[in-house]
């Protein structure tokens, strides 16, 4: 019963159906296991970090992905069925993390050090999805528009 309602927000906005089955999907319950635990950090306001405490896990042990705006990181243990322990305290199993990253976040690097897994994450945003100034004007803003075109085709020709 702690499920909420995401109806009104559907009628005042387009094209945020995914975001809207995201937060539902959070809002559930996880199923999943907290291993390997992990942390993630905002470095400033475009730069971002994921620590993921891998201890035990080799370079060649740990996969990470990218698809569709999902990172994928995997890992996966090989040659630990044969050890007979007294006590397992360190997990070494096997595991499959995922993030969903929003729109224009890359993963821009790497590194393993003293047991984490650290990615980088970088938010750019492309010149043509930033916000741009539209100028309100009539007859006259039209009439210049069309000045200013005029005026670029000549220079265009003439360097030609």
Partial sequence: MNRIDFAPLYRNSIGF????????????????????PYNIEALDENQYSIALAVAGFRREELDLQVHENVLTVKGKKEGEESRKYLHQGIAYRSFERKFNLADHVEVTGADLQDGLLTISLKKEIPEAAKPRQISIGGAQAVASQKVDSEALEQQTSSAA
């Fill in 17 to 36: 159906d995914h975001l809207f089955n995201m937060l539902d999907a959070a809002t559930k319950t996880d199923a999943g296991s907290g291993y390997p």
